[in-house]
């Protein structure tokens, strides 16, 4: 399978690709840089250049291209950055795709897309919400619409909390956890969404073959309150906490990404129990012991 994929050097991306050549398929990334392989080919989404026979020509399109919102605070200012970054490739690839008038697209979304929820659960079949987030990610999925129309099979990854020793959030709570210096976030009652780095690529693989189109909560069957979360490293780490820390706190700790942790979103799998996936790390403690087991592996590399 020919398969093009754009913003793939971050977390989930740069591990998909991998896998996808593992498997033996040709991938070649989008980069805004200049081309330095076969397997590479410079795009610039706000000029709108981009190799367009080489979209056309994939069995299969990726998109997970956008600025993060992880390291920035989310100011309107940004926010204005954080949604024209994701609805320009976006657009961009999905009126490629509807020229043709068929093809398959995968295109990254967020749970984000339901807004803040409290302990309601919360399948494909929810309605949206009206937090500055889900407002982002509603114009993001909906600059899908070109391709939609002319009949491209779209499938809309509304990922959780993707956790691994080796980037995004849990690496930033981890130096917390190993100093005792974490117990819970805030109150902890928040619910969070989630799937482990190596079940979700095993989760975009399997729908890959799956032939499901629509909306996909990219997480796993246990939605966990963040004191849970955090219990569950801690534990698995040797390392209980003895504060709850503050909001206030986390922020200059950990950064504006600390948002998503306190918000509370009780996100359900629905789509993916249908298919019957089966994760790795299907609740919290398989998770949290996959984590430490990886960070003290990659601690003792570096010592060796």
Known sequence: MRVVAAGCSGLVGTALVHSLEQEGHEVVRLVRR????RSESTW????????????KSADLVINLAG????????????????????VTTTRLLSRILAEQGGGRLIQASAMGYYGIRGDELLPE???????????????WEDATAAAVSAGVRVQWLRTGLVLSPNGGIVDR????????????????????SWITLPDAVRAILFLISSGHFGPVNLVTPDPTPSRDLISA??????????????????????????????GSQRGVP???????????????????AWIITEDRKRKSSRKA
Do not use: K
């Open 44 to 55: 610039n989404p706000p000029n709108g250049t981009v190799d367009r026979d080489l979209v």
């Open 34 to 37: 200049q081309a330095q392989s």
């Open 67 to 86: 600025a993060s919102i992880g390291d920035h605070r989310l100011t309107r200012a940004y926010a204005q950055t954080v949604l024209d970054s994701r």
């Open 270 to 288: 629905g789509v993916l129990n249908r298919l019957g996936f089966e994760w790795d790390h299907p609740d919290i403690a398989s998770a949290a």
């Open 125 to 139: 079949r929810s309605e949206p919400g009206a937090s500055l987030l889900a407002s982002i990610t509603i114009q």
């Open 173 to 192: 709570l981890l130096p917390l956890i190993r100093l005792r210096l974490l117990r819970s976030l805030g109150p902890g009652d928040n619910f969070l």
């Open 233 to 262: 490293l801690s534990e698995a780490a040797s390392r209980r906490g003895v504060l709850p820390v503050p909001g206030a706190f986390l922020r200059l700790a950990i950064g504006p990404a600390v948002d998503d942790l306190l």
